[in-house]
């Protein structure tokens, strides 16, 4: 397995990492922006492994199975708009309800968001970094995507931090972002 392969097993393992923290951090707090942030990371965990694949293919397969990757490609690319499409909606429908629901544990959490965004620089910088060094475009392309996550999640810690100043709509603002 070369380099490009192993970086990008490395910011798989640390999406689930985020995963994991994320919907975490929900549970406890109640954010409706950390849960649309886990469902985002679930997400791009599909996408990642889409590009690993085809990595993969690239270097060992053998012609056929790059024309029946880019097939599979296309299918989980489908496939993956459709949940996300999905899970904003319910996401959506939660931000826009009346509700108003006062998070809980907010110093906590807002310290394990920032821990997300952390996450998501080094990860960002570090498939740009390879993706450069090994010529991949692929992988750059899923660096500036990871750079995308972390400002997300960065409106994200906003709105946490929003709440502690009095401002609890500001996460569902987050959330629709």
Same mark, same amino acid.
């Given at each position: 397995?070369?380099?490009? @392969? ?11 990492? /985020?995963?994991? $923290? ?11 922006? $950390? ?5 985002? =990371? ?12 085809? /990595? /993969? ?15 599979? @490609? ?6 993956? =708009? ?7 909606? @319910?996401? /959506?429908?939660? &931000? ?13 959490? &807002? #310290? ?19 993706? @450069? ?7 750059? #392309?899923?660096?500036?995507? =990871? ?7 960065? &409106? ?7 709440? $502690? ?9 987050? &959330?629709?972002?």
């Amino acid at each position: 397995m070369g380099r490009k @392969e192993k970086t990008i097993l490395i910011t798989i393992v640390a999406n689930i990492i /985020l995963i994991i $923290l994320r919907f975490f951090l929900a549970d406890l707090s109640g954010s409706i922006g $950390l849960k649309a942030n886990a469902w985002h =990371s679930f997400a791009d965990v599909f996408v990642t492994s889409i590009v690993f694949i085809g /990595l /993969l293919i690239s270097r060992y397969g053998a012609s056929r199975f790059q024309t029946a990757s880019k097939k599979l @490609e296309h299918i989980v690319a489908i496939f993956v =708009s459709i949940f996300i499409f999905d899970m904003g909606l @319910e996401i /959506l429908s939660d &931000a826009l309800s009346g509700e108003v629901t006062e998070l809980r544990y907010v110093p906590f959490v &807002a #310290a394990g968001a920032f821990l997300g965004v952390v996450i998501n620089y080094f990860m960002a910088r570090y498939k740009i970094y390879v993706g @450069e060094q090994t010529g991949s475009q692929s992988m750059i #392309a899923d660096g500036y995507h =990871s750079k995308m996550d972390m400002y997300c999640s960065i &409106a994200v810690l906003v709105g946490i931090v929003g709440s $502690l100043f009095g401002m609890p709509d500001l996460v569902k603002v987050a &959330a629709i972002v």
